[in-house]
């Protein structure tokens, strides 16, 4: 059995054996199959240094070896705050207006993504198998195979790819998308995405693209791309909801709601997952339907990310400011419409604020998958379901299509389906359910780990021959 070395901007450290909670979800599976398969999950620490040294931490920890390097400020700035955050994240979620393209971020992209082929190439050794994640290490696969690198090699994009009318407004695009096909095998979430991405091979870079099986040739080498779309853990969800932790929190919302049907939503704060255009929804179904302030309550949890942006300032500004204007309208000394929290919740407390909620708002408007969809259907009493209203422009969709899909940009569209959710006989929640449950449980993250790296183990050998 090959070792596996995983390489990703962040990486999760195992807990200790014993400790509570153990890891679930994407860390939980690839610490799952590094422990299973021996080797290095790599990346950056979250730490920054006056100067770049290239150093490595080293730590051990649950079975699994993991290696961190520090960045300078300038590189925090340019790589992740800049290229990948403010440019990559907006263009790839359809957003090409927020899309800020400069010169220096690209070239900080660039030099970080040689700055982690510099550090990490010692620890490969010759039979490794090397899966780099997401968008922040997209050139990384080109800088490792010019460093000699001939150990197969594959990358997997956990956010959508863009169509190619929108992708070809990236400066130097052509140049960004021929690195990826350094690497053996590349994934994507959905089927939609994995054809925008052939499409561009095929027009852009002229490449012989065979869509039946994936094979991307150009140059000399050949790359298979495939879907693979991404689950949670279900036995560790499981494991959470049958926690003290889940029961307690499960009867904070009973007993807060009075009665009330409670709704929810779980994101981070991001302009993808649509939260000002729910709220507005939300503030339409009230309109539409003024008596029902007295039989639903919305709880948005919202936890803030990338503060640095400013982009992500503005949206919090906005979603506090909506969700304050429909709370001053329609609240009553003793009920408030919307309950807006702005930290988050452990995986257990979620499980629990899930269960008692009968309604699930998951309306992004782009997801590479969206797995709060997910953890809420796994989450819910079989014998009691709530109803999951699911954007359709979420990646989990295509997997999904039990749930209410939803326009998120339609506002009446989101309305009628809280209404519909509202007064949905129980049989039909159960038969819904019972469908979801299915996909969820079957579709789990840990086969999706075991699937790529079996793909990946499997790719000939004159695959992986680089010129």
Request: glycine residues 8%; negative net charge.
């Amino acid at each position: 059995m090959n070792r596996l070395v995983v390489i990703s901007n962040r990486v999760a450290v195992p807990k200790a054996r014993g400790a509570a909670g153990a890891q679930g979800g994407l860390a939980g599976a690839l610490n799952s199959a590094l422990k299973k398969n021996g080797g290095i999950w790599f990346g950056w620490s979250g730490g920054e240094c006056a100067e770049f040294t290239g150093d490595i931490s080293v730590r051990q920890a649950d079975g699994v070896t993991t290696a961190t390097i520090d960045l300078e400020s300038q590189d925090v700035e340019e790589y992740y705050n800049g290229y990948a955050n403010s440019t990559l994240w907006p263009l790839f979620h359809y957003r090409i207006d927020l899309a800020e393209y400069h010169r220096e971020f690209g070239m900080g992209y660039e030099r970080v993504n040689e700055r982690f082929a510099q550090s990490v190439i010692p620890l490969i050794q010759p039979d490794d198998i090397v899966w780099v994640h997401d968008y922040h290490l997209i050139p990384l696969g080109e800088r490792l195979r010019d460093r000699g690198l001939k150990n197969k090699m594959g990358f997997f994009l956990h956010i959508p790819w863009p169509p190619t009318r929108l992708f070809v407004s990236l400066p130097f695009h052509e140049r960004l998308v021929r690195t990826m096909l350094h690497y053996d095998l590349v994934g994507f979430q959905t089927t939609e995405w994995l054809e925008s991405f052939l499409h561009y091979c095929s027009k852009e870079l002229g490449a012989d693209v065979d869509e039946a099986t994936g094979q991307i040739s150009l140059d000399g080498r050949v790359t298979i791309a495939k879907a693979y779309p991404i689950g949670i853990d279900y036995d560790h969800m499981m494991a959470q909801c049958d926690t003290d932790i889940a029961r307690e929190a499960e009867q904070r919302i009973i007993t807060s709601t009075r009665h009330r049907t409670a709704m929810i939503g779980v994101d981070r704060l991001d302009y993808s997952k649509g939260l000002p255009e729910r709220i507005d929804a939300i503030g339409r179904f009230f309109d539409n339907y003024p008596e029902r302030v007295q039989d639903l309550v919305y709880i948005q949890i919202a936890p803030p990310s990338r503060e640095d942006i400013g982009s992500y300032q503005q949206i919090r500004q906005l979603l506090e400011q909506k969700t304050g204007q429909i709370n001053g309208a329609r609240s009553e000394v003793d009920l408030v419409p919307i309950r807006y929290v702005n930290k988050g919740h452990t995986l257990a407390e979620l499980a629990g604020f899930y269960r008692a909620s009968k309604i699930g708002l998951v309306t992004p408007l782009r997801d590479g998958m969206n797995l709060v969809a997910k953890e809420y259907v796994a989450a819910q009493d079989p014998e009691d379901p709530g109803v999951l209203i699911l954007s359709r422009f979420a990646g989990a969709a295509q997997q999904l299509q039990d749930a209410l899909l939803v326009n998120p940009y339609s506002g009446d569209d989101v309305a009628h389906a809280i209404r519909v959710a509202l007064e949905m006989p129980k049989e039909e929640r159960k038969a819904r359910w019972d469908k979801l449950i299915q996909t969820v449980r079957e579709d789990n993250v840990l086969d999706w780990t075991e699937n790529f790296v079996s793909d990946l183990e499997a790719i000939g050998e004159e695959a992986s021959l680089r010129s």
